[in-house]
């Protein structure tokens, strides 16, 4: 073998053993190489599933990917099931999601988590212990917040509705729940007397007759809470038909902006507002940091605060700030 052979020989042996020694270049493609979040909000017909998306969507990178699906409504669990499958068989590196029933989409999330990371935001499944973290608002605690609010306002007393959420969702059943825990804790279970309960399915259009229905058995309901804000602005539609603006506390679920903007406007009194902004974004940085190893915590509260007329002109001006003044704004 010539002195020039020998030397080639050598040179493809040491680039083989220097490939061996760095997993084949895999530790650097990998590291180069684009992650795919697949990002699922329950749908994008509402202010508040807009801003989560606009939230992942902001998790900038050359190496990051965020690819939302989203079902064409809140009901449309077999569709969601399906958009889940889909974005697996697109090999999405983590999967980000707000279950639109805990129940139903619990064996696909599990098919899911065997493969990828499994991230849940806005809601949650307590029980199921695959999931990476849950990113959201404790929504009992929050709605203690609107239950107090509630207490302050009918001091003497008063007849409640309430505008409850989908039948059988969690989150509808902790809001209402802790609206009602709200009202006990300010001693006024009572004095305020929840004369119907009745869904609107976190839809606006369907809270319009919910609200009428509400106002032709107790024509003497002097508040309403509302699962969302979708609802509560369904809700406006019938009390100002019949000119009850002033006579009817409203109070909400979300922080949605178009709602922020009635209660400056006199046309609602409240709502709770939520982070949806965040829960996406944290919801992505979250699947990313489990992707590079990272540790996580297993719940991240995004936190709830009550808006009324005393601090909605702020907090309207400080998320069209975060939304980039687009004034896109709720489940």
Do not use: H
């Amino acid at each position: 073998m010539s002195a020039r052979s020998r030397l080639a020989l050598l040179g493809a042996l040491l680039a083989t053993l220097l490939l061996g020694a760095c997993g084949g270049q895999l530790g650097s493609g990998e590291s180069s190489k684009t992650v795919k979040i697949g990002f699922v909000p329950k749908s994008l017909n509402q202010e508040y599933w807009v801003n989560t998306e606009r939230g992942a969507q902001s998790v900038k990178g050359p190496a990051t990917k965020v690819i939302t699906q989203a079902a064409g409504s809140d009901l449309a669990i077999q569709d969601q099931i399906d958009i889940v499958e889909n974005l697996l068989s697109q090999k999405v590196d983590a999967l980000v999601i707000a279950p639109s029933d805990a129940d139903l989409l619990l064996p696909v999330l599990k098919r899911a988590a065997a493969k990828v990371p499994v991230v849940l935001f806005d809601s949650d499944i307590a029980a199921w212990k695959q999931k990476v973290s849950y990113v959201g608002t404790k929504n009992f605690d929050g709605a203690k917040l609107a239950g107090k609010y509630i207490a302050s306002k009918l001091k003497g007393g008063g007849q409640l509705a309430v505008i409850s959420g989908i039948p059988g969702s969690q989150i509808g059943i902790e809001r209402v729940n802790g609206m009602k825990a709200g009202l006990k804790e300010a001693g006024a279970a009572n004095k305020v007397k929840i004369v119907k309960e009745i869904p609107g399915n976190f839809d606006r259009a369907q809270s319009v007759g919910a609200m009428e229905d509400i106002l032709q058995t107790n024509p003497k309901v002097n508040a309403v809470f509302c699962a969302n804000d979708q609802e509560a602005l369904g809700a406006i539609e019938s009390i100002s038909a019949r000119g009850l603006s002033k006579q009817i506390l409203l109070v909400g679920f979300d922080g949605a902006l178009e709602a922020t903007q009635k209660i400056l406007s006199g046309d609602m009194d409240a709502t709770v507002a939520q982070a949806p902004y965040d829960m996406g974004k944290i919801g992505v940085q979250t699947a990313i940091a489990k992707l590079k190893g990272k540790p996580v915590k297993k719940t991240i509260n995004t936190g709830a605060r009550l808006v009324d007329p005393q601090n909605a002109k702020k907090y309207f001006a400080e998320v069209r700030n975060k939304l980039g003044g687009t004034g896109r704004g709720g489940n």
